[in-house]
């Protein structure tokens, strides 16, 4: 599966972006799918991730409430809408997917190593 990110950009603080993620394949819709990030300096960071089907999806603390990850199945694409844009989000933004089970929980969608396919990332640039 080939994933290709995007939707960056340059916001200005309080402001909203969507990221895309257009995957090359229909079997992209059984597969959980994910968005970390990376700023300058810093370790990769989970974002968002969700089900195969739509029908959980997880957020870390820090985006919790202002980010929404979707899907559309159909469209072979998952989308981060990002609301209230901070400074400190800055960064790339990658998608991944992985392979989904029904008994995996939040601590697998959160671990990078878990994603079998990754995109390149899309440049979030957030001014103050």
């Known amino acids: 599966v080939q994933l290709q990110a995007s939707g960056g950009g340059l916001v200005q603080a309080g402001g909203s972006l969507r990221l895309s993620c257009a995957a090359s394949e229909r079997t992209f819709s059984r597969y959980a799918a994910g968005w970390f990030r990376q700023a300058p300096g810093k370790e990769r960071e989970f974002v968002a991730a969700?089900?195969?089907?739509?029908?959980?999806?997880y957020y870390s603390d820090s985006v919790k409430g202002r980010f929404t990850i979707s899907r559309d199945n159909a469209k072979n694409t998952v989308y981060l809408q990002m609301n209230s844009l901070k400074p400190e989000d800055a960064a790339v933004y990658s998608c991944?997917?992985?392979?989904?089970?029904?008994?995996?929980?939040?601590?697998?969608?959160?671990?990078?190593?878990?994603?079998?396919?990754w995109g390149q990332g899309t440049q979030v640039t957030v001014s103050s």
């Open positions: 991944a997917a992985m392979v989904d089970y029904s008994h995996y929980d939040s601590s697998y969608y959160d671990t990078p190593s878990m994603y079998d396919y």
């Open positions: 969700i089900k195969w089907n739509g029908g959980r999806s």
